[in-house]
């Protein structure tokens, strides 16, 4: 166990001094303060509240850790302890990680430093054995691991059986006619999720029923997380039944098949691994419970703690597995439904051409609501982004338009207003108060142009920089940067110190660096690459046009802000013009960059990229410079379409609260204003905090568009910029020269 002498020595400074720093009690260099940091986190030391007591008694304190209480099996365990404990001469300090292993460690960290006489805990990183064991076990403080427990830790561990749990319901479905069965669990790497894979299979492999690996769906413990599953993995095509781990993943399906309509147990049936109740109002309805104590285990796991305290020297560890009622119990399953049939399509039909975003998946999953309220049919048409504005303009010559609704980008509109494609809807957003009152305003001015609204905005959010968190705050990364630069590592300010934290975090500059490359450039569509050139062009003071509102490439700013984004591509893998958006995620999300400058509404596929908990290792943060884009889809109404009354009650249902929700938490952002008010929203998807920030200060892509026998459409001008770009990127052109040749080309579209 390493001593407060142990990190002076190994930092070659005095006891008093790592004291200071600890206890912040006077002031220490940053640069000490850094070493003795990252010496502290090699060493494993921690520092102890209860020095005193420890040469005289013993503490008299139980520390007990969980993930949550939102699952009703913890807040049941919670219970047994709680009372188990009231009978004895112990204190519970009762803390909760939210499903953060970065918070759980400073909570066990800070139990451990109290001296405390032993933890409960159910861990939500039983993958990382390595902490546990430089922690709990090198401390020598007796543990009880309850349901998730890590590999090769000598501690003991309670849990339920959930693999004979598994087996005899998967068994039991399979002898009463069930042959497609869904799994659904949370992350494989706990025990106890394995254990109800290995249940499922089993049995599927002793009945000789083949079954297919995408019947185990994996998700996070939250409902919401169950939710987005079951409405992009399940509804299309529901299986007879479905098992779930949990009762909040029971709670996220059932919510989803409410939404859809399928009936349980008439179309699926539902079953879960439930806590038992005398009180049949705390099931929801048509689901199946099993019956676990987990009251029972609660006050099993203060028991086996208080005896492993009381018998330290020869205690045994104990392993627990507590069985289900349901084992041998009559559980009623209903009979096999018949496989699920889509009901016949209604005679009405709103068609609607789109590309394919977060947002619009979600409205596409959510819209089922809508159908089902309004006897139609919404039929989505999904084409790449150079493809949907050459599909609208196309669509809008014909005498009869096949589409009903279009689809746009929010720089496109001048340019469609001026074609003509765009029904003018005006009076109905303005005499609608639900509009004006419910929608985020900068989103719905978005639709306005020259007085007029020509659309409905549906994707809004902002322009952000996501950063690697976990290596922003380690202490040896921090260490190294203020040697190298002099001032702390943080979310950078400008584009210099940008480039600067990217050039830290490439391998090529810094062997040192935990990850290859610093940040990437989205570049394979010439659009997106816009953008990553626009926002650096308002930050040093440029942009397409001069103060008279000339087109004007070919000044001192924007030559650089081109260095800059020259300078920026020689810390990413493929420069300029070669990484995806769906790249740049995967590089992010396996930790081959550092830094990753994005959009709110692509939040929830970085998450998915991470693999982890999004609040442990990442956040978020204004974009240098402090100058985002104005970014955003709107919906518009075809010239020719017959159903403008419907897609105006499309558009109201779309901004209602209930929907709004709904779309937020498939997908992690909102052009109405309702999530932005929930807690809980806030809480899953914390980049939401940013957007009225990040809104307030964006600006506008405008773009020139009337040539003397056309409308030049913004792609033209898009793909001039980047073709430029690459020019100076490669070194053909100096970046004067490249932003002069720019304008040059520019100007001969309108000539």
């Not at 007990?64 to 919670?78: G, Q, R, T």
């Amino acid at each position: 166990m390493a001593t407060l002498k142990d990190v002076a020595e190994k930092a070659g400074v005095s006891i008093a001094t790592v004291s200071n720093c600890i206890n912040n009690t006077k002031t220490v260099k940053p640069a000490t303060r850094a070493k003795i940091m990252q010496i502290i986190e090699e060493l494993n030391y921690i520092p102890n509240a209860s020095a005193k007591s420890l040469k005289s008694e013993a503490s008299r304190e139980i520390g007990v850790v969980f993930p949550d209480i939102d699952d009703s099996c913890h807040a049941d365990i919670l219970k047994g302890i709680i009372s188990s404990a009231e009978n004895m001469d112990y204190t519970l300090n009762i803390s909760f990680s939210y499903h953060t292993p970065k918070l759980e460690r400073k909570i066990i960290d800070q139990l451990i430093g109290r001296n405390v006489a032993g933890i409960i805990l159910i861990t939500c990183q039983p993958q990382n054995a390595d902490y546990f064991q430089n922690s709990i076990v090198r401390h020598n403080i007796p543990t009880v691991f309850i349901d998730h427990f890590p590999d090769n830790i000598d501690a003991n561990f309670l849990a339920f059986d959930n693999y004979n749990s598994c087996y005899y319901l998967t068994k039991k479905l399979i002898e009463n006619g069930y042959h497609n069965i869904d799994l659904m669990i949370g992350h494989s790497d706990y025990f106890s999720e394995r254990e109800c894979v290995r249940g499922f299979t089993d049995a599927h492999d002793d009945l000789e029923l083949e079954f297919d690996a995408d019947q185990i769906i994996e998700t996070r413990f939250t409902k919401e997380s169950s939710f987005r599953k079951a409405m992009f993995n399940i509804v299309e095509k529901p299986p007879q039944a479905i098992i779930t781990s949990s009762h909040p993943l029971a709670k996220g399906v059932i919510e989803a098949f409410n939404l859809c309509s399928i009936k349980i147990p008439k179309d699926t049936c539902i079953i879960t691994l439930g806590e038992e109740s005398w009180n049949e109002s705390n099931y929801l309805p048509n689901l199946l419970h099993t019956s676990r104590t987990a009251y029972t285990l609660g006050i099993r796991s203060i028991q086996v703690l208080m005896k492993n305290l009381q018998e330290s020297a020869f205690f045994e560890k104990e392993f627990m597995l507590f069985k289900d009622n349901v084992i041998g119990s009559h559980i009623k399953i209903p009979k096999a439904p018949i496989p699920y049939h889509i009901p016949k399509a209604p005679k009405r039909t709103l068609r609607i051409i789109a590309t394919s975003m977060p947002t619009i998946l979600s409205l596409y999953a959510v819209s089922k609501e809508f159908e089902r309220q309004h006897e139609v049919k919404i039929e989505f048409d999904f084409v790449s982004y150079r493809e949907l504005i050459e599909t609208i303009v196309a669509d809008s010559a014909r005498e009869k338009s096949r589409y009903d609704v279009y689809m746009y980008d929010i720089s496109w509109l001048t340019y469609l207003v001026n074609l003509n494609v765009l029904t003018d809807i005006t009076e109905l957003i303005t005499s609608n108060e639900v509009f004006s009152r419910h929608l985020v305003p900068k989103n719905l001015s978005n639709a306005c142009y020259k007085g007029r609204y020509y659309g409905f905005p549906i994707v809004g959010g902002s322009h952000i920089l996501f950063y690697r968190k976990d290596l922003f705050e380690q202490p040896s990364i921090q260490n190294q940067f203020e040697t190298r630069y002099n001032m702390p590592l943080r979310p950078p300010k400008t584009w210099k110190e940008f480039n600067g934290i990217a050039q830290f975090f490439t391998k090529e500059f810094n062997p040192y660096s935990p990850t290859l490359y610093g940040t990437s450039v989205i570049g394979s569509v010439n659009e997106e690459f816009a953008l990553e050139l626009q926002i650096r062009l308002w930050s040093f003071g440029g942009g397409l046009y001069d103060s008279a509102g000339r087109l004007k490439l070919d000044t001192p700013q924007n030559v650089k802000a081109l260095q800059s984004l020259l300078d920026t591509a020689r810390f990413t893998e493929h420069g300029i013009s070669n990484t995806s958006i769906n790249s740049s995620f995967q590089d992010f999300g396996s930790g081959r960059t550092a830094m990753l400058l994005s959009f709110t509404e692509y939040g929830t596929l970085i998450n998915d990229c991470l693999h982890g908990d999004i609040i442990t290792k990442i956040d978020y943060s204004m974009l240098p410079g402090q100058t985002p884009a104005n970014v955003g889809w709107h919906m518009g109404i075809s010239k020719t379409t017959r159903h403008t009354e419907l897609i105006a009650n499309y558009f109201k249902w779309i901004s209602q609260k209930k929907t709004s929700y709904y779309m937020t938490t498939l997908n992690g952002q909102s052009t109405v204003l309702y999530p932005y008010e929930n807690q809980e929203i806030l809480r899953l998807y914390p980049w939401m905090r940013l957007n009225t920030k990040c809104i307030e200060k964006s600006r506008n892509r405008v773009y020139p568009f009337q040539a003397p026998d056309r409308i030049v459409p913004p792609y033209e001008i898009e793909t001039i910029l980047q073709d430029v770009c690459i020019q100076a990127y490669q070194k053909e052109l100096s970046p004067q020269d490249a932003l002069r040749k720019g304008e040059s080309r520019i100007r001969k579209l309108f000539q």
